[in-house]
């Protein structure tokens, strides 16, 4: 993998209603990242998904965080579609089918993959409750090595799974890790937060970082902040 500069490595969570207010603080972060992620309340905003191409313009990066699953035509479709937006990274759920389908239809560009393993709300009890027989540890090794089978590039994946991740799948498969809060900041509903750099150590290629970095009175000395703490992590 080519060699990330700690500011390649950030990437801010867009998680606002509205595509103007994401644009502003897009323009308020200014040179300090080069990554934005747009999930589902960004992307169903209006003006949500042309601003994927608003910043793949403007020569950034977008993490589009859609966890697709649906039946296989629909989402190799879908990944296409996503290509056309010029979206850099794309996330889908971790379900065999659905990760073979989204690695057809994103074949040839260079659209990345991510596979989503278990959302982190969910734990054994809610594994078992949806009728799964693996506990939540067990479920997202399966379903990160299978993803490496299928050919997706990488999986998102907390700090605390992202160093066993790293660990069984090597350094080929991209680890990005939410759940990040700098030391010191509020953890707000995150349950399992670590700090940039613990992430970083931990495995992790890149970080998404939301209201520490948006809901911050000066959204770009947070970003700087959080560079400088990847910076001073063990790569
Ligand atoms: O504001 P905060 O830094 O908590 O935002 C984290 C972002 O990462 C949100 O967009 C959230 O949806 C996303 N995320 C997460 N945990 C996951 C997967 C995605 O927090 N397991």
Redesign the pocket.
């Known amino acids: 993998m080519t060699v990330l500069t700690p500011r390649e490595r950030l990437i801010v969570?867009l998680?606002v209603p509205q595509a103007g207010e994401a644009e502003r603080l897009v323009q308020r972060v200014g040179d300090a990242a080069l990554f934005y992620?747009i999930?589902l309340e960004l992307a169903l905003a209006d003006g949500g998904l042309r601003l994927v191409r608003r910043l793949a313009d403007a020569g950034l990066k977008v993490f589009l965080?859609l966890k697709l699953h649906d039946i296989p035509n629909t989402v190799e479709r879908a990944a296409a579609q996503a290509v056309k937006l010029g979206a850099a990274l794309l996330t889908v759920h971790g379900y065999p089918q659905t990760m073979g389908a989204a690695v057809a239809g994103a074949k040839g560009s260079g659209l990345k993959l991510l596979a989503?393993t278990v959302?982190?709300?969910y734990d054994d009890e809610d594994l078992l409750e949806a009728g799964y027989r693996f506990g939540v540890a067990a479920m997202v090794q399966r379903r990160a090595e299978q993803a490496r089978a299928l050919g997706v590039d990488g999986v998102?994946a907390?700090a605390a799974e992202a160093a066993e991740i790293r660990r069984t799948l090597g350094s080929e498969m991209i680890l990005v890790t939410?759940?990040?809060?700098p030391a010191g900041a509020e953890a707000?509903?995150?349950k399992r937060v670590a700090t940039p750099e613990s992430a970083i150590s931990s495995g992790a290629d890149y970080i998404?970082?939301?209201?520490?970095i948006?809901g911050a009175p000066d959204p770009r000395a947070a970003a700087i902040s959080i560079v400088a703490e990847i910076a001073g992590a063990a790569p």
Do not use: E, M, N
């Open positions: 969570a998680d992620k999930g965080d989503v959302l982190t709300s998102v907390s939410p759940g990040i809060r707000g509903d995150q998404v970082v939301g209201r520490p948006t």
